[in-house]
């Protein structure tokens, strides 16, 4: 009987062991919602029989993937058992490295968020940046009690272009020689496993679209400032990367501004050092970018601050029309610390700057996002569940157990 390749490996059709391979990925998925439940009320939710529900649940636990956790105790009938997967079964790490700091985080296959730890990043050689991001990766599993062989995906979030490989940066601006292979190589050694890199953009519009708190915005464009300056797009509900994985990069666009109309790279009008040069103009002054955002923002400030806001919104603007006038978005997303940071009157301001580039068409709705800082460790992390998720879901076609678990 010929073999049909499906997403999840190569199966026979109208054979026993694909209806079985079919009923447990049933039950495993019904279950990594979380929630323990017992043998009637999967039968409810998945369509199946009881007996098959046990016999799947069955051999599930025998591979090591759902555990009994209780007895249903609320409502009428017999007490029944409960079973839900096994939490220890797999884990993903998601990475978040910016000039500054380094962040990992550590999930269960569930999504449970089981240790994090941040760590400044030295503003040393790349050697000595590598060894703390090591040390950060370290620091998250000793407080989860797992090796680096516990991880099954490791997802690293940076400032930079990523190959569509996701194993190779094109630039890393803040980070010195990042982008050479001997570099990336010494990461690998120094993290005792494979890794995935990706856009540090991409994964919070990934972010946006997994979190409860994120867009249920099928199309919509995604502005990251703080430090440094990106985008992503994501169009029909699916991250567009480009051919060369290079799609979002709006850094480097040309744009004029000023009365002068003198030509630069959006990034040196909008990033966190040139908001903070434009806030010492209004007499905005603070410490680093983000604060002198708030003190913008502030009652306290007066027509300064809402002027400094109006003047920083048409930068933004001039960068966004590109992207709301080709691609057509449904929503403009602004993130990243220092736009999190202007919250509402920044975005009212930002706004109105772009219905006015853009008033020959249909205005586009924006938002800022209510994830913070943290969109880019938590898109790593929902970025390697899926991975995760995906090869146990996988490892059921041919009853084994996935690369590096139990």
């Known amino acids: 009987m010929k073999s049909i390749q499906g997403d999840l490996g190569t199966y026979v059709p109208g054979t026993p062991r694909l209806a079985r391979s079919l009923n447990d990925q049933a039950v495993f998925r019904l279950l990594l919602a979380g929630t323990a439940l017992d043998g009637p009320r999967i039968a409810l939710r998945t369509g199946l029989s009881k007996p098959t529900v046990y016999q799947s649940l069955g051999r599930l636990a025998a591979q090591g993937f759902v555990e009994q956790t209780g007895t249903k105790t609320e409502g009428f009938g017999p007490r029944s058992k409960t079973y839900g997967i096994v939490p220890g079964l797999s884990h993903a790490a998601g990475i978040h490295v910016t000039p500054r700091s380094a962040e990992a985080r550590i999930v269960d296959i569930l999504g449970r968020v089981v240790s994090t730890t941040s760590i400044a990043l030295p503003e040393d050689s790349a050697e000595s940046m590598c060894r703390t991001v090591q040390e950060a990766f370290a620091s998250a599993l000793g407080?989860?009690?797992?090796?680096?062989?516990?991880?099954?995906?490791?997802?690293?979030g940076m400032p930079s272009p990523v190959g569509r490989d996701g194993g190779s940066l094109v630039k890393t601006p803040g980070l010195p020689r990042w982008e050479a292979p001997a570099t990336l190589e010494l990461l690998r050694k120094a993290l005792g496993t494979a890794y995935h890199l990706e856009n540090d953009a991409n994964l919070a519009a990934m972010a946006e679209q997994q979190d409860e708190r994120g867009t249920s915005a099928e199309n919509f464009v995604l502005l990251w400032v703080d430090e440094g300056v990106g985008s992503a797009v994501v169009t029909d509900g699916d991250l567009y990367r480009g051919p060369h994985g290079m799609a979002g990069e709006i850094d480097n666009i040309a744009t004029a501004r000023g009365r002068s109309r003198r030509w630069?790279?959006?990034?040196?009008?909008?990033?966190?050092?040139?908001f903070l040069r434009l806030a010492a103009t209004y007499e905005v002054n603070?410490?680093?970018?983000?604060?002198?955002?708030v003190l913008a923002r502030s009652p306290k400030t007066g027509v300064?601050?809402?002027?400094?806001?109006?003047?920083?919104?048409?930068?933004l603007a001039i960068g966004l029309a590109t992207f709301v006038v080709v691609l057509d978005p449904e929503l403009v997303v602004l993130s990243g610390g220092l736009l999190s940071a202007g919250g509402e009157p920044l975005r009212a301001a930002t706004d109105e700057a772009l219905r006015r580039l853009t008033s020959h068409r249909p205005p586009v709705r924006t938002a800022v996002s209510r994830l913070t800082e943290e969109a880019v460790v938590q898109g790593a992390v929902y970025s390697g569940l899926a991975w995760i998720r995906t090869e146990v879901l996988r490892s059921l076609i041919s009853s084994g157990i996935p690369?590096?678990?139990?």
């Open 403 to 406: 690369s590096g678990g139990r």
């Open 286 to 293: 603070a410490p680093d970018a983000s604060t002198a955002m």
């Open 264 to 274: 630069g790279k959006f990034h040196n009008s909008v990033d966190a050092d040139a």
């Open 143 to 156: 407080r989860a009690g797992l090796t680096p062989r516990h991880i099954h995906r490791t997802v690293i």
């Open 304 to 315: 300064r601050g809402t002027r400094l806001l109006a003047t920083y919104a048409e930068r």
